[in-house]
């Protein structure tokens, strides 16, 4: 019982946090490079499965001895200690290598849930069909947070069909609203993988080759009903550019881990609670362009030449009709409003951006969607911890740049190590200013913009 | 729990030595001159306002300067008290107004050295605004001290930020600003903006208009403080009732990288979003070749374009037709915004500001 294994063709680009635009040389580094890589994966899973032969479960062995790690201060409180592995755990993120990739920026994702009578199952709390419904709306709200120009639609598993729960849509609470009222969504029966993957397939197979097609499946139950081969369908999948990642609630299946491998996608199987939101979120990111986008050498590859990821795409900005503009029907709902936007190409006004206009096509965004994209493409430099009080100048300020927090005045025991500064001091690479580690994570997450260059 | 608590202010004050000085300029040219010291003297009032209304209220005061951004005054940590208590004074004010008064000056006389002038750097005072908003919105894991204290950080309802600005937006800022505004809308602060001086600010008015602040350009200057204390005092959860002006027209149009027309219809690279106004074979900012088949679609596709790329023209007279009674329904504040102080024509002035907004995507790139 593996807690989950990264398709190997995917581990290198999955594992970091952050983006560049690749140029071609780094991609060839990258392809060359991924072959040594690939084994040294291999030979670090036989670790692991040595290790499992010994240990009852490989869960067990991360909880080691973990007493051992947490240290009382001087007070008596363990605080501090805990305040450390925290700083600890979110610096280890931010210093994950970022090696230059591309990732997909326009994204179509159809989650695909599990209402088979087997999510009633009380494993975990309350239970699983409750859990999984409380974690999609997590995902949902965060995943259009990291990729406003996305698209989601809601497919359910449900009594051997597949049914369609939320259409296709890139506001986030529309989405929300689709899967909002629990008892419409009430488990029963048995869940048919190959239906449900048809009509997530149907549903996209209108889309232009440079937006991603994924389908993200919460699968509760062992079983799966279909009417014919599944294999089909995933051949057809695969063939489609469709990338399935599944995460599975009670154990691994064959079939599950053949999707996700052949399309690419991630496959995992949630051991608590905790775990399963973990990798829930672990599919909100961006994912990397599938190896195919070499624009230096891609003319070796003759089946695709033609880089088939990179397009241009023809985008609508909508005018914007303010709240005191005389009401009319918007063509997505049919309902009467007087706020809305105008299709540019064919005048329609639909309720909200960004949208495919519904009468014409044409894809309608803001330029606020762009560019909330760019942050993607210029990330803030990693802060270098600043390691000894020799490399601070006697004039430097004693607070933190940004928030005016102070720093500590000597160094602690138990901070350092792991890119961790004992001075709690981070500074940026390009304005040699000082932030404390609370600004650096903020810096990095959110803002995406640091306060002493601006940039 | 709102009743109970306080509500945060930060305030970033745009002190651009050169802006401020072409506003303090007597009548002819502009008809009505704020000078710096009437402008923060005002301003120091609504600040002592925002104090006043609640003893639980904070407050944190950002200047931009040229190339610097100072953290002028904050409640959480504030200066030691040297003055002499002035018996005519209310001590916690005069601590305020003392304390951001010699703090300008200060910034001013080391300015008044540096001779090559750098850049207004409002987007770094609203970074570090916003970075401080995190720090008193968010229980601080670092220091156990605060606890200590017996005060509580974690609830302090709706964070909000005013943005003073005398400067027009700068091409270069229009990535970290947008960030700014996303992480804004994630921490659920509100950013206000009063245009104090100078031209609109296309960028602020969409941060105020995607924060869900209010957008306020100041027409009649020496009315500063009333602008301010009727607009700007009332914590977010109370400009409901109050119905404090909001903004309906923001443009959300783009301009294309390679002519800097506005464009109704663009053609985006997938790769990295820039927008052109016509298929090109190669992206001009990440070199990315498009795929032959897909020019030949778009360029099939265009005979009914070259009617909505001379946007500028065809968008002006189609949306009065889609929308014929807008013109008189929407003065509310601006009125003033259609008829900026160059006299500029309404299109015209969304045409320079959003030109502005393409030049920084690429110099950016």
Known sequence: ?455 | MDDENGSHLSVVIDLSPAQWHSSAQPPPDNPYPLPLSIFLAQLLTFLNAHIASKHENTLAVFGAFPGKSVMLYSSTDPPPQTQVIDANSYPPFKLVDSTIVTRVMEEFDEQAEITDEAPNSLVSALAKALCYVNRVTLPTTTTSSKQAEGRDPTILPDPRILVLSVSPDLSTSYIPIMNAIFSAQKLKVTIDVCQVYGPESVFLQQAAHLTGGSYIFLERRDALLQYLIMSFLSPPSIRKILSVPTQDKIDFRAACFCHKNIVDIGFVCSVCLSIFCQPVPVCSTCRTKFPMKTLQRLNAARPMLPASTASPSRAASSAPQARPSTTPATPKTNGSSAAPPGGLPHSGTIGNGTARTASANESGV
């Open chain 1, 1 to 455: 019982m593996p807690p989950r294994r990264d398709n190997d063709k995917f581990i290198q680009e999955d594992s970091d946090s952050d983006i560049s635009i690749d140029d071609g040389v780094d991609v060839v580094k990258n392809v060359k490079g991924k072959g040594k890589a690939t084994d040294a994966q291999r030979k670090r899973d036989k670790g692991k499965s040595k290790t499992k032969d010994t240990q009852a479960y490989t869960w067990e062995a991360s909880y080691t001895r973990s007493w051992e790690s947490v240290q009382e201060d001087e007070a008596g409180s363990l605080q501090s200690s805990v305040d450390d592995w925290m700083a600890r755990g979110r610096r280890r993120r931010l210093l994950a290598p970022s090696t230059a990739i591309r990732r997909t920026i326009i994204r179509h994702l159809v989650l695909l849930l599990d209402l088979s009578s087997s999510m009633m199952d009380r494993d975990m709390r309350p239970t699983r069909f409750d859990l999984m419904l409380q974690y999609a709306r997590e995902f949902i709200a965060e995943w259009f947070d990291q990729n406003p120009l996305g698209q989601i639609g809601v497919v359910g598993m449900r009594a051997g069909i597949g049914e369609r729960i939320g259409e296709m849509s890139g506001n986030p609470q529309e989405v929300l609203k689709s899967i909002a009222d629990r008892h419409k969504l009430e488990p029963t029966g048995e869940p048919s993988l190959q239906n449900s993957i048809e009509m997530a397939r149907s549903s996209m197979s209108h889309l232009p080759t440079h937006s991603s097609r994924e389908i993200v499946i919460i699968f509760g139950s062992l079983t799966t009903c279909d009417p014919g081969n599944i294999h089909e369908t995933l051949d057809s999948c695969v063939r489609a550019k469709i990338r399935i990642s599944v995460v599975a609630l009670a154990a691994e299946m064959k079939i599950c881990r053949d999707l996700c491998e052949k399309t690419g996608g991630q496959f995992g199987v949630a051991l608590n609670e905790g775990h399963f939101r973990d990798l829930l979120f672990e599919l909100v990111p961006p994912p990397a362009q599938q190896a195919l986008t070499r624009p230096a050498g891609g003319a070796a590859t003759g089946t695709r030449a033609a880089n088939p990821s990179a397009d241009l795409m023809m985008m609508g900005f909508p005018t914007r009709l303010p709240d005191t503009s005389p009401p009319s029907l918007c063509v997505c709902h049919s309902e009467i409003k007087s706020e809305g936007f105008l299709c540019p190409r064919c005048l329609a006004k639909v309720c909200d951006v960004p949208t495919d206009c519904d009468i014409c096509g044409l894809m309608i965004v803001s330029s606020p969607h762009l560019a909330r994209s760019y942050h993607h493409l210029f990330p803030v430099k990693a802060y270098e911890a600043v390691l000894s009080e020799d490399q601070i100048p006697p004039d430097a300020p004693k607070t933190c740049h940004a928030c005016a927090r102070p720093f500590l005045t000597a160094p602690t025991a138990t901070h350092g190590g792991d890119g961790l500064s004992p001075l709690g001091r981070y500074r940026c690479p390009n304005c040699q200013n000082d932030f404390c580690s609370e600004c650096d994570i903020f810096v990095h997450d959110v803002v995406h913009c640091c306060p002493g260059c601006g940039k």
